[in-house]
């Protein structure tokens, strides 16, 4: 869960990648949390939001990604 960005509409997921050593896109929701399944124990996984705002009838994004999130799953 995140806090709401002003004028966002839609907010973008981003799980960090170590194969690639880059964030993926993995999702775009509507709402200020996102669900995350099938993760394996013990693992520390990393994720980013970026807001998504409608600019002049055209979706942009919204500034950078948060900071790094990081959770662990037991």
């Not at 966002?8 to 993995?26: E, F, G, P, Q």
């Not at 996102?34 to 124990?41: A, P, R």
């Not at 002049?56 to 948060?66: E, H």
């Amino acid at each position: 869960k995140w806090s709401k960005s002003t004028g966002a509409t839609n907010y973008i997921v981003y799980r960090y990648d170590s194969s690639t050593d880059s964030y993926k896109r993995i999702a775009t929701t509507a709402e200020t949390s996102y669900t995350v399944k099938n993760l394996k124990k013990g693992t520390n996984y990393y994720y980013k939001i970026r807001p998504v705002v409608i600019e002049d009838g055209k979706t942009v994004l919204s500034g950078n990604a948060t900071k790094a999130y990081k959770f662990r799953t037991k």
